[in-house]
């Protein structure tokens, strides 16, 4: 549980026109020492700067495939910036929190807005809402697998216990008819019946068709 923070004072015009100064400058941080790290030659990508109140210290939030050995970059980040310097690695996740954006939902990103906890997600929960398994269809704009995978995936296993699965073949007012897919937003079933044709039935229809065996 996070700490209680007191609040001292209420921010001047002064005080407000000194963060926007800092927030102005991180962009420019940034973009310096992603200059430097291109200079040494270093596999990492600067994401994000936060210049401390004071501009004693100065910390670079960075992304990297593999362990980086940084300290020559730091001591010349030093002599750059005159301050000291701390450089955090952070995943894609994090990454994307940091900068937020909006995902391909149109809406902003969740682990932006609202979402605490960012849990590991894997192609098996894709699997089980019957979504496309190739990750560029379902992954976000941190090239990871969407976050949404996660935190949705029980309601549609619990959703999906109501339907009958997809192949399954039943015994209804038209006859003999297989599933072929379930909307469980829209609550229907789409069946086909041994001539070859199809139709959609809302899920209370088909429960009260289906004979004994079947229900």
């Known amino acids: 549980m996070e700490a209680e923070r007191r609040v001292l004072r209420r921010a001047t015009p002064a005080d407000v026109r000194a963060a926007d100064a800092l927030r102005g400058d991180e962009e420019n941080a940034r973009r310096q020492a992603s200059d430097r790290v291109r200079f040494h030659e270093l ?3 600067i994401s994000d700067a936060e210049w401390q109140w ?3 210290k100065l910390t670079l939030y960075f992304t990297a495939e593999r362990r980086v050995d940084f300290r020559e970059l730091v001591r010349d980040l030093a002599s750059v910036f005159r301050a000291r310097i701390e450089l955090r690695q952070i995943s894609a996740r994090d990454e994307a929190r ?26 098996a929960l894709a699997k089980d809402q019957q979504l496309s398994l190739n990750p560029a269809q379902i992954s976000g704009g941190c090239g990871r697998l969407l976050c949404c995978l996660r935190y949705e995936h029980d309601f549609y296993v619990q959703t999906r216990k ?7 073949t039943l ?6 008819e297989q599933v072929l897919a379930v909307d ?4 229907c079933v789409t069946l086909r019946a041994a001539d070859g044709s199809a139709r959609v039935v809302s899920l209370p229809e088909l429960q009260a068709e289906l004979a004994p065996a079947d229900a």
């Open 43 to 45: 596999a990492m990508k």
């Open 54 to 56: 004071d501009r004693r």
């Open 98 to 123: 940091r900068l937020d954006g909006v995902g391909r939902c149109g809406r902003r990103y969740c682990c932006s807005s609202w979402l605490s906890d960012l849990r590991p997600v894997n192609l």
């Open 162 to 168: 109501r339907f009958p699965k997809e192949g399954k």
């Open 171 to 176: 015994r209804t007012r038209v006859g003999v």
């Open 184 to 187: 469980v937003f829209r609550e």
